[in-house]
């Protein structure tokens, strides 16, 4: 048997937020049960094995395990376990997540030899229920847990009683961390005993510390040794440091890494490094997990990743062309766990829940699937690899940021590689050093390239030789030699020639409404597209017990009937906003922009939602009367020029444009010279 053999049962996996330790306020928590998962086992499994997901780790929970008198109750164990082979579903069972029993704290000599009698007795319980290899997480992230119950109160009783929400990284808990490593490698030893066919994932934060200040040799130092601090449980359980605790090679089976967008920080002001505005600084999850590969040559997997709100869809795309970027450079990365597949409420405060799961829950026996989230989970599922051929590929150069283009954007990335590469070129943004490309995966077959360094600041000038040899690699590592360039809202006052550099197979020009561009360009596009896309259908009325129909109904709340919506242009026409107002005063108008600066006050019936994003345009649509579309330049259309809020997916105006957007990009035969 080869022990490196993947011992799981998909690539994609789900954990149930398991947590059950005692908070600083004393309350008991129980994730299982808040979520109303222990109720619905069989329903949440299948759920999940029906989007692909055929692995789920699950949490024991030795608190809620142990009874006072020493004797365990696994009646909740047992059945997940016959759930699974009910639903033909896979667990990775974690033992200990954070709760200890109430007559122990996490520096109590007993815990280790406790801890070791448990862990027996599960081992001893599951091997006949569940097929083998059973795989056995013994602690929940003892470097977490250990810094938490050191630096903070989250941990209550059972933790030293730091101050409250600290957050001071520079605290490692490592008399916690020594005591919960000592105590894992008892519990391995007894499951081993009783279950010798037993695998073991150890699961860990794996993170990236930056100085505020680069130019600073003591802050680069302090975000060095904090970035150290997550090597410490691995080590200690390998015996590469603190022999004495019992540590040795083979205790490193499996190694379980865990990624959110707040794993990247800075010190000492420990903010965190804003993944949603590309900060540079951030690693790339493919180097940090290269990095760990190359420390400890064992196979992984990603154990914990998700995201919350509307950018769950798009950290998944993320997290799966770092996965793939990973393992096209040799990295044994067998499986990526989405976590956690429930929403889930907060750790201090029960009535506040966070919008991260798969599923959102209006309440713990409901369940209503986050449908942008699964959508980007079946792109990946049944896409994982790069698209192949000769076909040219299609690169974009947008003249905003991508968050800001004014497009279709899912419905593009949906329809327009047909089974070529996208890339997407945004303005370079302003950094303190570089130049830099980073590659944020949008889809199975598009890219974002971001440009950073000194000379950002959008297209005010054109890009350096330097900025363009960057991309050129870029494009090249795409695996095609042949490109088409899509100029999108190419404005007059942009600077025609350097295009040139990168036009490759052919140019397609899309012109800004309100500058178009003149000269050459025109000449030189093979063929052109109208300046504003068809506006977005509202598609299919998201549930009112959804995410996206809850976030509707709050930025709502305020606005009375009848509602207008004015889909937003960019920039937005303030005096064309007034003067729709007074003519429709019983309307109520709501707009998905900022209000631009004004020194009048606007009219009553005027409602600035701020820019919302593309995912919850369905359900804005649902809950207003009527849609008025963005006619051009000079504004808004009619009021009466509205549209229907019921009409299907994708309207034809939009599939016509995609259509063209694909011819104009079949390829010539002619070789890029990039």
């Not at 993947?6 to 129980?30: C, K, L, Q, R, T």
């Not at 949906?414 to 050093?433: D, F, I, K, N, Y």
């Not at 976030?551 to 026409?573: C, F, G, K, Q, T």
Request: a neutral charge; glycine letters at 8%; proline letters at 9%.
């Amino acid at each position: 048997m080869n022990a490196n053999a993947s011992p799981f049962a998909s690539f994609w996996m789900g954990g149930y937020e398991g947590a059950d330790h005692v908070n600083a306020a004393g309350h008991e928590h129980d994730m299982v049960a808040a979520t109303g998962h222990d109720g619905r086992l069989d329903a949440d499994y299948r759920a999940a094995r029906r989007l692909g997901i055929r692995c789920v780790r699950e949490s024991i929970g030795w608190r809620l395990t142990e009874r006072p008198d020493g004797s365990f109750d696994f009646s909740r164990v047992m059945r997940m376990a016959l759930a699974a082979r009910r639903q033909n579903v896979q667990i990775l069972w974690s033992l200990m997540h954070y709760g200890v029993p109430a007559d122990l704290t996490l520096l109590d000599d007993a815990l280790i030899p406790r801890f070791a009698r448990f862990a027996g007795e599960v081992a001893r319980t599951l091997a006949p229920l569940c097929p083998g290899p059973r795989v056995y997480t013994p602690i929940n992230e003892i470097s977490f847990l250990s810094w938490a119950a050191s630096a903070t109160s989250d941990m209550g009783p059972a933790g030293l009683c730091g101050p409250a929400e600290s957050n001071d990284s520079r605290i490692s808990g490592y008399l916690v961390k020594q005591r919960l490593v000592k105590a894992a490698l008892a519990g391995m030893a007894a499951i081993r005993a009783a279950d010798p066919e037993a695998r073991f994932l150890h699961v860990e934060p794996v993170l990236h510390v930056a100085p505020g200040d680069g130019t600073d040799p003591d802050q680069c130092a302090l975000a060095r040794s904090i970035t150290s601090y997550q090597w410490q449980t691995f080590d200690m359980l390998a015996g590469r440091t603190d022999p004495g605790l019992g540590g040795h090679p083979e205790a490193l089976d499996w190694l379980g890494l865990n990624h959110y967008h707040s794993s990247q920080w800075e010190v000492p002001s420990e903010k965190r490094l804003p993944w949603h505005l590309r900060d540079p600084r951030r690693q790339p999850l493919s180097s940090l997990l290269g990095e760990v590969w190359r420390r400890y040559r064992r196979p992984m997997i990603l154990a914990e990743t998700g995201h919350i709100g509307v950018g769950r869809a798009a950290w998944l795309h993320e997290i799966a062309g770092e996965a793939r970027r990973a393992r096209e450079a040799g990295v044994p990365l067998q499986g990526v766990c989405l976590y956690p597949l429930l929403d889930r409420p907060d750790w201090n405060d029960a009535t506040r829940w966070h919008r991260s799961g798969l599923w959102h829950l209006q309440k713990p026996d409901s369940r209503c699937l986050n449908r942008p989230f699964a959508r980007a989970l079946l792109s990946w599922r049944d896409s994982p690899q790069r698209s192949q051929g000769d076909r040219a590929g299609l690169l974009v150069l947008l003249p905003c940021a991508w968050e800001d283009w004014r497009a279709p954007r899912e419905a593009l990335l949906q329809t327009l590689p047909h089974g070529r590469p996208l890339r997407v070129l945004e303005p370079p943004r302003q950094a303190a050093s570089g130049p830099l490309l980073r590659s944020h995966a949008l889809s199975p077959a598009a890219e974002l390239l971001v440009l950073h360094g000194r000379d950002g600041g959008g297209w005010a000038a054109a890009p350096t030789q330097e900025q363009l040899a960057l991309v050129r690699e870029a494009l090249r590592q795409a695996g095609r030699e042949r490109w088409v360039c899509w100029l999108a809202g190419w404005r007059g006052d942009a600077h025609p020639d350097w295009w040139r550099e990168l036009q490759g197979d052919g140019l397609i020009l899309q012109p800004c409404p309100i500058t178009p561009p003149r000269g050459d360009v025109l000449h030189a596009a093979r063929g052109r597209l109208p300046p504003l896309w068809p506006e977005p259908s509202p598609g299919r009325r998201a549930a009112p017990h959804s995410y996206e129909g809850e976030e509707i109904a709050a930025l709502l709340r305020n606005v009375p009937a009848p509602r207008l919506w004015l889909s937003a242009p960019h920039p937005v026409d303030g005096q064309r906003v007034r003067a729709l107002a007074s003519a429709t005063p019983m309307q109520h108008l709501v707009i998905d922009a900022s209000p631009p600066a004004d020194a009048l006050p606007w009219p009553p019936n005027v409602h600035w939602l701020g820019p919302v994003h593309d995912s919850l345009h369905a359900a804005l649509a649902a809950q207003v009367d009527r849609v008025a579309p963005w006619g051009g330049p000079q504004g808004w259309a009619a009021p009466n020029a509205t549209v229907r809020t019921d009409v299907e997916d994708t309207p034809p105006a939009l599939q016509a444009a995609v259509r063209v957007v694909m011819a104009m990009a079949r390829p010539t035969g002619t070789r890029a010279a990039l």
